[in-house]
Nanobody
Framework: QAQLVESGGGLGQAGGSLRLSCAGS????????MGWHRQAPGKQRESVAD???????TYGDFVKGRFTISRDNIQNTVFLEMNNLKPEDTGLYYC????????????????WGQGIQVTVSS
């Protein structure tokens, strides 16, 4: 089964760091975008960061300068290094990937991880 498996997360301190990982497996289409969304209590889901297969990155304004997204195309894994954590970063983080058939690029599919909790204490 194609899936994205998140790891990392947990409890962090304000000003500290956490690192999230997300590995794709199970016959996924070749990934184009990979990245992370998050949802804090009482808030709508928002895009945190994403990265293309070629390494072009996009960040939400609320994490610019603090978070860094990267990926390993061989392992089909995306990472999110979170530095200078704030209590407002607390939430459920979802990994996503957009797959695209190499010889039929009009065939696409979105994949989502189950979510991983990040809690930042003040």
């Amino acid at each position: 089964q194609a899936q994205l498996v998140e790891s990392g997360g947990g409890l962090g301190q304000a000003g500290g760091s956490l690192r999230l990982s997300c590995a794709g497996s199970g016959g996924m289409l070749a990934t184009n975008l990979m990245g992370w969304h998050r949802q804090a209590p009482g808030k709508q889901r928002e895009s945190v960061a994403d990265i293309t297969h070629d390494g072009v990155t996009t960040y939400g304004d609320f994490v610019k300068g603090r978070f860094t997204i990267s990926r390993d195309n061989i392992q089909n894994t995306v990472f999110l290094e979170m530095n200078n954590l704030k209590p407002e970063d607390t939430g459920l983080y979802y990994c996503f990937a957009n797959g695209r058939a190499r010889i039929a690029p009009w065939i696409t599919k979105d994949y989502w991880g189950q979510g991983i909790q990040v809690t930042v204490s003040s």
